[in-house]
């Protein structure tokens, strides 16, 4: 077992303890029998065997990694401290130290996880010139350092880079002290006094793991269920904050909430309680771990009776570090009802884990995207180089997260989407691409109307404007977005390439931009090989194979309009032919599947795709009915004060009926039922 799991020895807690961890009671204090120890160990055995411990040669690595980085900013400091004109005994004395949060700081990282590491330097030493440039400059002319990328427009503003291998992100906060002594405590609140917003997020993020370990009965037991909650979410498809799901401090808050109303629980208990938990919670309550504390420093804390903003979050975890903040804010409809799904799976084979109906391994079993819907859509980014790559790749893949939101907007929630994390790269390919993949279902549950289509052209093409706006676009960066059915997914996304399906015709939504547009925009400088490569990289991709079918079905076309100028009582042939071909949109069946919707060709433009003056509007109107709503007084329940009594009414109920959580109505007529169905449902009244 990992070294750093060892350290938690002190932290343990007794059966007869009687302490109270978090803002309710814990619901079982009960502790483990023979038969939670024996299936604690194979749990324990499977993690080993999946690889998620690294050695000991590589935990030396990342010391000596975070030893030199360290070295290498306090030299930094002392640049700047000297170049500002500040005394010699002043350079001397100047100082910056380097902290770690995440993974790494709460000891569930594995081999090849990046190290979160937070860079705290004087008051004089700012961001914006001292750290990315700089301090960027510095770091670019060492030969250690590979891949290095600064995001200074990020909520979190970060620089990334690999140092002799192991990949690092590095935050920067500059805090109220012109000298940074060695045994600095940013726990205390102090730390945060007269910084900016982006400062008090980079803390935050060190301080929020600080607490998590403090507030946790058994640190150990913890790390263990949270690694493997963790191997589980990735494996489901289910671990990606950026993508709308949840990222690595969202699953350590949830887990940390279980090992607080089973302060006594060992790791396979704890991994069983967790989906009991949270199949039956009812967001959107929300999850803390302490009480949300109010100060005098005037940061803007998480509070849905004061911020309208806070009361349209559908799944709170709330962190426990002041000012406190909603760190799922990411968080979409169809992101919760996949979630809520994969929840209610993990329960059931949970539950056949303890009748020693499973083993496991079925746990842990990936989850079939490719297999589990009919209709996708195709993401493919290329870029010139490897270097453009990465850098197009992460500002596209923050906004697949938008795409979502855009497409529930535009249906109306109708169309369900489910983003998937994973990126996947065809390797035959000769140019530097890669491609994501989201599914498209009807809503489930609702009558289906027929007729009913689903034209999101507007939305994409509105997706690929927002995307189009990265401020470092380079020639050579571009993105197609094409519709595909589950017979045409490529055969380079399953394992070892081998096509589980024979392939067939994909539908465009979104071509690439215009020759024209390019031409009018100053970053129109693509060069003859550049077009030669996306010509090569795309040749077979779904999107320009349809094109080119279009182009030579539009050929006919005209042909037969000519002949119907002379015939017009001749038309027939025309309409049909068109149907078949005409590549565009995903829409809703009679049958409830995903279709093609087919626009005949007339004489006349065909209009019947453009969307109405109302939906037109659909951005501006939903935010003034979200203002006139928000004005509306309708109660709203789940305030900061009184979570603690919601959460303590409920899991008195917990053991053994297993049903949690209370049923809310938000400012925006959002309810707990509306989020998520579960199994068992209770309603309780408010006490508030």
Not at 214 to 228: A, G, K, M, S
């Amino acid at each position: 077992m990992v070294s750093s799991e060892s350290m938690a020895g002190d932290n343990c807690s007794s059966p007869e303890d009687t302490k109270q961890y978090g803002v309710t009671d814990p619901i079982s204090r009960a502790g483990p029998s023979e038969s939670d120890r024996q299936r604690t160990r194979e749990l324990e055995k499977v993690l080993e065997s999946a690889g998620l411990y690294e050695s000991e040669e590589q935990s030396a690595l990342r010391k000596e990694v975070l030893a030199q980085i360290e070295q290498i900013v306090k030299l930094w400091v002392k640049q700047i401290t000297r170049d500002k004109g500040y005394t010699e005994p002043m350079v001397e004395e100047s100082n910056a130290k380097v902290f770690t949060f995440g993974s790494y700081r709460l000891g569930v990282h594995g081999p090849g996880a990046d190290i979160d590491t937070l860079c705290i330097g004087p008051e004089y030493a700012n961001r914006e010139e001292d750290f990315f440039i700089i301090l960027h400059d510095v770091l670019a002319g060492m030969p250690e350092v590979t891949e290095l990328n600064r995001v200074p427009d990020a909520h979190v503003p970060v620089m990334k880079f690999k140092f002799r291998g192991i990949s690092i992100d590095l935050l920067y906060a500059s805090v109220a002290v012109c000298i940074i002594p060695d045994d600095l405590d940013i726990s205390q609140e102090s730390i945060l006094y007269n910084l900016d917003e982006q400062s008090v997020r980079s803390l935050n993020g060190c301080r929020v793991t600080d607490q998590i370990l403090r507030l946790v009965p058994d640190v150990q037991n913890f790390r263990t269920t949270l690694r493997c909650i963790k191997f589980w979410a990735k494996q489901r498809g289910v671990y990606s904050n950026v993508t709308g799901f949840l990222g690595g401090v969202n699953w350590a808050l949830l887990v940390a909430r279980v090992c607080q109303l089973y302060p006594n629980a060992i790791p396979s208990m704890l991994v069983s309680r967790f989906f009991r938990v949270y199949t039956q919670w009812r967001w959107p309550n929300p999850v803390m771990l302490c009480s949300i504390e109010e100060d005098e420093l005037g940061f803007q804390i998480w509070d849905p009776r004061k911020n309208p903003r806070d009361r349209t979050h559908l799944m709170p975890i709330i962190t426990p570090a002041y000012p406190c903040m909603n760190s799922s804010y990411n968080v979409s409809t169809s992101t919760l009802r996949v979630m809520g799904e994969q929840f209610q799976k993990g329960n059931q084979i949970c539950e056949d884990i303890e009748m020693n109906r499973a083993q496991w391994s079925t746990l842990f079993e990936p989850y079939p995207f490719f297999e589990a819907y009919k209709n996708y859509l195709q993401v493919d980014i290329i870029a010139a180089d490897e270097d453009d790559l990465r850098n197009w790749k992460g500002w596209v893949e923050s906004r697949l997260r938008i795409l979502t939101l855009m497409i529930e907007r535009d249906t109306q929630g109708m169309l369900q989407c489910h983003p998937y994390p994973c990126e996947h790269v065809d390797r035959t390919k000769p140019c530097y691409h890669c491609a994501f993949f989201m599914g498209l279902q009807r809503k489930q549950g609702v009558p289906i109307q027929e007729g009913q289509q689903f034209d999101i052209r507007g939305t994409v093409d509105e997706f690929k404007q927002s995307v189009g706006m990265y401020i470092f676009w380079k020639p050579g960066m571009d993105i197609y977005v094409s519709h595909v059915r589950r017979k045409q997914i490529p055969s380079y996304v399953f394992p070892g390439g081998v096509r589980r399906t024979r392939p067939g015709r994909a539908a465009n939504i979104a071509g690439r931009t215009s020759p024209g547009a390019r031409e009018c925009s100053p970053k129109s400088s693509n060069s003859t090989a550049l077009d030669d490569m996306h010509e090569e990289c795309y040749s077979n991709s779904a999107e320009k194979a349809n094109k080119r079918k279009y182009e030579s079905v539009l050929d006919v076309v005209n042909a037969e309009k000519r002949a119907a100028a002379s015939s017009p009582n001749d038309t027939n042939c025309l309409s049909s032919l068109v149907a078949v071909e005409e590549p565009y949109i995903p829409s809703s069946s009679t049958r409830g599947g995903i279709n093609l919707k087919h626009a005949k060709i007339l004489e006349e433009p065909d209009m019947s795709y453009a969307k109405s003056d109302d939906q037109l509007q659909h951005k501006k109107c939903r935010q003034k009915e979200r203002a006139e709503e928000i004005g509306s007084g309708t109660e709203f329940s789940h305030c900061p004060s009184t979570a603690g009594k919601y959460q303590n009414a409920v899991v008195e109920e917990l053991e053994p009926s297993v049903n949690l959580g209370i049923v809310l109505t938000t400012q925006n007529g959002l309810t707990s039922e509306t989020v998520q169905k579960p199994v068992l449902r209770v309603s309780l009244a408010s006490t508030a």
